[in-house]
């Protein structure tokens, strides 16, 4: 089985000590051995000198083997979660034509244009921030951000106007369609461990939805 990688974010040092990993290029190469499929700590059997990481990972998708994200999550709030994502969507763009980003449980919102469904929605505002400074233009917002939890939502979903079912449907929905049309995919949690947990989306639960153990 495939398996990927989860990043917890603890302090605000883990941004610094995270840069400082990019730059040397250890955080992207484990990520890279990650997507690979290998979980047995095994070496990757080498790709031949025409055939780059990028094509291999187009490969899989074409098959219908969607690669497991890249889980950024946190043990608390406000730690360093976006900025890490977009250190890594950053570092990840020098090593694949086309990366996925998707936040499936947002709180605090924007409205923005879908072009798929031509008209306003609301996503996350860490989904506008990196869509539009990485030019994510292969994915629409309307699969970036599949759970929006406004004032209400929680009233909305004790009451049954929400269901578990239709959370479950758009988020997975969601990453099959950002990691058809991307070479690798960067999943950002929400909150800390217990954000969502009254709506059962926590990020434990998501990322068992799509396939991205928590560890």
Same mark, same amino acid.
């Given at each position: #089985?495939?398996?990927?990688m989860t990043i917890l974010c603890r302090t605000s040092s883990t941004v610094e000590a995270l840069r400082q990993?990019? /730059? ?6 484990? @990520? ?5 499929? /290998? ?9 031949? @000198? ?27 709030? =406000? ?7 977009? #250190? ?20 605090? =919102? ?7 469904? /031509? ?10 921030l990196v869509r539009e400074r990485f030019h994510l233009d292969h994915i629409d917002y309307q699969h970036m ?46 909150? =800390? ?17 799509i396939g991205a153990d928590m560890a």
């Amino acid at each position: #089985a495939a398996v990927n990688m989860t990043i917890l974010c603890r302090t605000s040092s883990t941004v610094e000590a995270l840069r400082q990993r990019l /730059r040397r290029g250890d955080v992207i190469e484990y @990520a890279s051995r990650s997507l690979s499929g /290998r979980s047995d700590g095994a070496e990757e059997p080498a790709v031949a @000198a025409d055939e780059s990481l990028t094509e291999k990972w187009k490969k899989n998708a074409q098959t219908g083997r969607f690669q497991r994200p890249i889980f950024v999550a946190a043990t608390k709030q =406000h730690v360093g979660k976006t900025s890490v994502s977009l #250190a890594l969507v950053s570092g990840l763009q020098k090593r694949f034509d086309k990366v996925g980003f998707i936040k499936p449980v947002g709180q605090q =919102h924007v409205e923005v244009e879908s072009s798929n469904l /031509r008209s306003t929605i609301r996503v996350d505002k860490d989904v506008c921030l990196v869509r539009e400074r990485f030019h994510l233009d292969h994915i629409d917002y309307q699969h970036m951000s599949p759970v929006i939890i406004p004032r209400g939502y929680t009233k909305k979903y004790v009451d049954g106007e929400i269901t578990y079912e239709k959370q479950l449907h758009d988020i997975e929905s969601s990453f099959r369609e950002v990691s058809a049309a991307s070479d690798v995919v960067l999943c950002e949690g929400t909150g =800390h461990c217990a954000v969502g947990s009254i709506v059962d989306v926590n990020n434990a639960k998501v990322a068992s939805m799509i396939g991205a153990d928590m560890a």
